[in-house]
């Protein structure tokens, strides 16, 4: 009775253990996944980790609910020729690691850039920038700008 009840929670201990596997696979896909535009990361925002808007003429704005996309973790803005502003919400994205935003006509930077305490890259290059925030002080985890 007792190597039945051993064999019993060894079965469910595994059964578990490939359901945590399987799981783990599939956060890890959908971790690498690079989402390309906005209505297509708006479906299931929570899901978004990487999106990449770069090289589009008919972009002219970043919409305020790019801060429902909680997960977030790169944001490539990258020649963008008639982007002209970055709305204050990207400084909510909480998780945001990277964030490129070059090659555009944006000539400020929100003050709520200050705001996001895990970047580690910012990169402003390339734009018609008047003057930086000083709040961007406060990104204590910046590796590289």
């Known amino acids: 009775m007792r190597i039945f009840f051993c064999l019993l929670s060894f079965i469910v201990s595994a059964q578990g253990e490939t359901a945590d596997t399987t799981a783990s696979v599939t956060s890890a896909y ?4 690079r989402y390309k535009s906005l209505d297509e990361a708006f479906k299931n925002p929570e899901k978004v980790y990487h999106l990449e808007l770069s090289y ?3 972009l002219r704005e970043i919409p305020a609910k790019i801060s429902s996309l909680v997960n977030l973790q790169v944001l490539e803005l990258r020649y963008l ?3 002209k502003e970055l709305p204050v919400e990207v400084g909510y994205l909480e998780n945001l690691q990277k964030l490129q935003v070059n090659g555009t006509k944006i000539m400020f930077v929100p003050r709520t850039i ?3 305490k895990n970047l580690q890259i ?9 003057a930086i925030p000083s709040q961007i002080g406060n990104l204590t985890n910046l590796k590289e700008l």
């Not at 959908?30 to 996944?33: A, P, Y």
């Not at 910012?122 to 008047?130: I, R, W």
């Open 81 to 83: 020729a008639n982007l």
């Open 30 to 33: 959908d971790r690498t996944k």
């Open 122 to 130: 910012l990169d402003l290059s390339q734009n018609n920038l008047q």
């Open 114 to 116: 200050g705001l996001l």
């Open 56 to 58: 589009n003429d008919k």
